[in-house]
Nanobody, 115 residues
Framework: QVQVVESGGGLVQAGGSLRLSCAAP????????MGWYRQAPGKQRDLVAD???????NYADSVKGRFTISRDNNRNTLYLQMKSLKPEDTAVYYC?????????WGQGTQVNVSS
């Protein structure tokens, strides 16, 4: 079963920062656009940001200017630098290909932002 492994979540106060990481299978990672998704309790899973293997990025309006997505194609690893965190950023964060989902969903990493 091909799967991703997310890490880096935790509890942080509003205004704080976190850096998430995602290790993905190389045969998929290197040739696809990758994205970070998040799912808050009772809500659907939404795309937060994605990045092409050439480096072009897109962000949801709610995180523009605060989050930065990046990738290391040599390490098959995706990153999400999150700054100026808000309580509404609280969610489980996942990574996968974008826009089409090609990988089994991992466990995700929980981000909790306290006010």
């Amino acid at each position: 079963q091909v799967q991703v492994v997310e890490s880096g979540g935790g509890l942080v106060q509003a205004g704080g920062s976190l850096r998430l990481s995602c290790a993905a299978p190389g045969n998929i990672f290197r040739f696809n656009r990758m994205g970070w998704y998040r799912q808050a309790p009772g809500k659907q899973r939404d795309l937060v940001a994605d990045i092409a293997n050439s480096g072009g990025t897109n962000y949801a309006d709610s995180v523009k200017g605060r989050f930065t997505i990046s990738r290391d194609n040599n390490r098959n690893t995706l990153y999400l630098q999150m700054k100026s965190l808000k309580p509404e950023d609280t969610a489980v964060y996942y990574c996968n290909t974008s826009p089409n989902i090609l990988l089994f969903w991992g466990q995700g990493t929980q981000v909790n932002v306290s006010s």
